[in-house]
């Protein structure tokens, strides 16, 4: 019913910047909450950045002040900016988002399939 498609990962050096993309498509009424997760090797996947339908987010203390998460809802798009990337951001990072289809009454989280970032020291 709904399918989450990220871009935007690659390789990068420590210090550079990222912008990861994740676009909703299919039967949408509403998208709630909006969230990048990542993944890296050997740890448990771990919240990134949030952002509600009123544009209010919150941030891992990991990436504040570095990773800025927005949305834009005509597009049905979550953006996560990177900026002064760490090797320790190496991960694969997970779009979220909590949907309202047509014809339904509630919400249903969904995931992307994840985009690798790489960053090199």
């Known amino acids: 019913q709904v399918q989450l498609v990220e871009s935007g990962g690659g390789l990068v050096q420590a210090g550079g910047s990222l912008r990861l993309s994740c676009a909703a498509s299919?039967?949408?009424?509403?998208?709630?909450?909006m969230a990048w997760y990542r993944q890296a090797p050997g740890k448990q996947r771990e919240l990134v950045a949030a952002?509600?339908?009123?544009?209010?987010?919150n941030y891992a203390n990991s990436v504040k002040g570095r990773f800025t998460i927005s949305r834009d809802n005509a597009k049905n798009t979550v953006y996560l900016q990177m900026n002064t990337l760490k090797p320790e951001d190496t991960a694969v990072y997970y779009c979220?988002?909590?949907?309202?289809?047509?014809?339904?009454?509630?919400?249903?989280?969904?995931w992307g399939q994840g985009t690798q970032v790489a960053v090199s020291s």
């Open positions: 299919g039967s949408i009424r509403s998208i709630n909450r």
């Open positions: 979220n988002a909590g949907v309202v289809g047509w014809g339904k009454r509630n919400e249903y989280e969904y």
């Open positions: 952002i509600t339908s009123g544009a209010n987010t």
